[in-house]
Every structure is written in structure tokens, then in C-alpha cells.
Nanobody, 122 residues
């Protein structure tokens, strides 16, 4: 059974920083693409950042230059470093894993965490 457990969400001031973590179990982590998605109230689910099995990264235009995704295959953990967050980054953030090594759309992800709330105050 695949489990993805997010942590690190909370309240952060605009311009600050926050790091989200996602611990994975039950999947072949090293060969799985991993991604962070978010959903704000009234908005569609959005892929924020993805990282391939080979550590190639993908970012939504809205977060390029501010967010950074990384993975530690020894710890089966993927991270999202959020620098200079803005109020519009407020959302529930979901960690997701794919059966494939590269995934750039939400519907390419097969496994999902429960989500963690991130609130950015102005």
C-alpha cells in the first residue's frame, strides 16, 4: 500500500520561507516521478513542481525562481522549498507520486497524500 505523508505546512508571512516534506512508502521511490500540487478554494488543482526519477525538475510559471523541488532517494522523501511566498500561494498542497519516471500533468500521478495547508499572510 502506497502512503505519502506531507508535513511542514502552516502559516508564513509573505517574503518568508517554508519547506514542505513528503515521506513516501510502498512505492519504488527511486524510479517514480514525484510532484507537488496545490488547490486553492474555488480553483483547479495545479501542478506546482515535479521531479523525475533522474532529478529533472519542472515548475509552473507562477512559482519559477521562488520554489525549489528536490528529492532524497535514500530517505524516500521529496521536498518543496518555498521562498518568497505570496498570498496567492495560499492553498492545500498535495504530494503525489507517479508509476512513471516523468510526469508533468496532474492526471499522470497515481498516488496522493492527504494534503497540507499553506497560508501566506500579507
Amino acid at each position: 500500500q502506497v502512503q505519502l505523508v506531507e508535513s511542514g505546512g502552516g502559516l508564513v508571512q509573505a517574503g518568508g520561507s517554508l519547506r514542505l516534506s513528503c515521506a513516501a512508502s510502498g512505492l519504488t521511490f527511486g524510479t517514480s516521478a514525484m510532484g507537488w500540487h496545490r488547490q486553492a478554494p474555488g480553483k483547479e488543482l495545479e501542478l506546482v513542481a515535479g521531479i523525475s526519477s533522474g532529478k529533472t525538475t519542472y515548475y509552473a510559471d507562477s512559482v519559477k525562481g521562488r520554489f525549489s523541488i528536490s528529492r532524497d532517494n535514500a530517505k524516500n522523501t521529496v521536498y518543496l522549498q518555498m521562498n518568497s511566498p505570496k498570498p496567492e500561494d495560499t492553498a492545500i498542497y498535495y504530494c503525489a507520486g507517479s508509476k512513471y519516471g516523468w510526469a508533468v500533468r496532474a492526471n499522470q500521478y497515481d498516488y496522493w497524500g492527504q494534503g497540507t495547508q499553506v497560508t501566506v499572510s500579507s
